[in-house]
């Protein structure tokens, strides 16, 4: 059983300020997880995903995450908010590895999301 | 990169009739997934497949149903739409390395 918690479905803050958004999750099994941006009326666009390498995961649009098991998170951060930042997030995690007879990864489980509004 | 094409990208239906919708990818997948978009849920899954002849429940299967012909398809079918299922649909594959792709999604309306 997999599940996502994400704190907070409204985040606000000014331009040049720090972005955190919170992410908590639980997985019977070594999780995949993943961050997805969605801009009003598109799809999902992957910002970073954590795969069992290195806990500390650099993605697109100067985002990153650190895995930390001990918590049982993986919060996204921005040191610097810009106003193309402003979207909806995505935390999600999927039970890793390869499904019995597959070769990629299996279900993703979605958190509630979180709206980031940036403020001039 | 792998595609993944949805149609069609908006679609009104009136309650009590049969919908699909489609779901193509260009590469040899065998994971492919249904997920409908509600606010306030977030992203639910709906049925899922790891391959051909191979389907399975989500967690929101009620009055959904897929079937695998082929490996580059699993179209959605809403057996008797109802307004509950009033959605944006989105279809997703993922490989390992590249994580998941998404489908640019279906908004369906149920009247």
């Known amino acids: 059983a997999q599940s996502v918690t994400q704190l907070g479905s409204h985040v606000s803050v000014s331009e040049g300020a720090l972005v955190l958004l919170r992410c908590n999750y639980s997985?019977?099994?070594?999780?995949?997880l993943f961050w997805y941006v969605q801009y009003p009326n598109q799809g999902l666009q992957l910002l970073l995903k954590?795969?069992?390498?290195?806990?500390l995961v650099k993605g697109i649009n100067g985002f990153e995450a650190e895995f930390k098991k001990s918590e049982t998170s993986f919060h996204l951060t921005k040191p610097s908010a810009h106003m193309s930042d402003a979207a909806e997030y995505f935390c999600a995690v999927s039970g890793g590895g390869w499904n019995a007879g597959g070769t990629s990864y299996g279900k993703l489980t979605f958190g509630q999301g979180t709206i980031l509004t940036v403020h001039p | 990169d792998a595609e993944i094409t949805q149609s069609p990208r908006h679609k009104i239906t009136e309650t009590g009739r049969q919908v699909t919708l489609a779901c193509h990818q260009t590469w040899n997948h065998n994971n492919m997934f249904w997920y409908r978009q509600d606010l306030g849920h977030g992203l639910r899954l709906i049925h899922y497949s790891y391959g051909v002849q191979d389907t399975n429940k989500g967690e929101v299967s009620d009055g959904y149903s897929v079937s695998r012909s082929n490996t580059e398809d699993l179209p959605l079918t809403l057996e008797s739409a109802a307004s509950s299922q009033t959605s944006v649909y989105f279809c997703a594959s993922p490989r390992r390395g590249s994580g998941y792709t998404f489908g640019s999604g279906t908004r369906l309306t149920v009247v």
């Open positions: 954590y795969t069992s390498a290195a806990t």
């Open positions: 997985s019977s099994v070594p999780p995949y």
